[in-house]
C-alpha cells in the first residue's frame, strides 16, 4: 500500500504529550525564559496556566519549547508565512513584440500593454524581428522603440538598451519604484 501525500499542507506542529525530549527549555508566552526543565514539569506548568506546551525549535541544545494557547501559535506561524510571501515577490518578464513597419492602431494596442505591465509591476522586454529584406532598414525598428521609451519614461526606465541581436532588435523596461 503506498502512502499519499498532500504537497501543500505545512508540516504539522509538534506540541504537548508529543514533544519526546527528556529536558526542554522553556519559554513562557510573554516570552520570558522559565529556564531548563524536564518534560514532564514543563507540561505541568502549561497545564497550570490553560495552555499548550508547543516544540519551537529542536535544534538548540537542549530543544526550545514555548507555552501558548496553540491555535495562537499557528496563527503567528501562518503570518509569518505569509509575510515572507509577500516580500519575496519576483518581477515577471513579459514580452511585447513590435514590427519595424507597423500600424498606428497596432502600435497603440501593444504599448497600452507595455503600459499595463509596467503598472502591475512586472519588467517588460520589447523585441522586435527584422523579416526579409527589412534588416536593411534597421533604422525604423529603432525609432520604433525610441516612440515607445519616449511615451513611458514617466512610468518606467531603460534597463537594457536597444540593442540588435542577429535579426532582433531587443530593449528592456523596468518599471520606477513608486
Do not use: C, W
Not at 519526546?20 to 506548568?45: H, K, N
Request: glycine share 6%.
Amino acid at each position: 500500500m503506498r502512502k499519499r501525500y498532500n504537497s501543500n499542507r505545512q508540516s504539522s506542529v509538534v506540541a504537548n504529550h508529543r514533544i519526546r525530549f527528556p529536558t526542554v527549555r522553556v519559554v513562557s508566552d510573554t516570552g520570558d525564559a522559565l529556564g531548563v526543565l524536564p518534560i514532564a514539569e514543563a507540561l505541568s506548568a502549561a497545564q497550570d496556566a490553560g495552555k499548550d506546551l508547543v516544540l519551537v525549535t529542536d535544534q538548540a541544545k537542549p530543544p526550545v519549547v514555548k507555552i501558548i494557547d496553540l491555535a495562537k501559535y499557528k496563527y503567528q506561524q501562518q503570518q509569518k508565512a505569509a509575510e515572507s510571501r509577500k516580500k519575496s515577490k519576483s518581477q515577471d518578464i513579459k514580452e511585447v513584440r513590435f514590427t519595424p513597419f507597423m500600424g498606428e492602431g497596432d502600435y497603440q494596442s501593444r504599448l497600452k500593454k507595455v503600459i499595463g505591465f509596467l503598472q502591475k509591476g512586472d519588467k517588460v522586454r520589447l523585441s522586435l524581428l527584422f523579416k526579409g529584406r527589412a534588416i536593411t532598414k534597421k533604422e525604423f525598428g529603432y525609432e520604433v522603440f525610441d516612440k515607445v521609451i519616449a511615451q513611458t519614461d514617466d512610468i518606467a526606465t531603460v534597463e537594457i538598451e536597444p540593442k540588435l541581436m542577429g535579426k532582433k532588435l531587443l530593449a528592456q523596461l523596468q518599471p520606477t519604484k513608486k
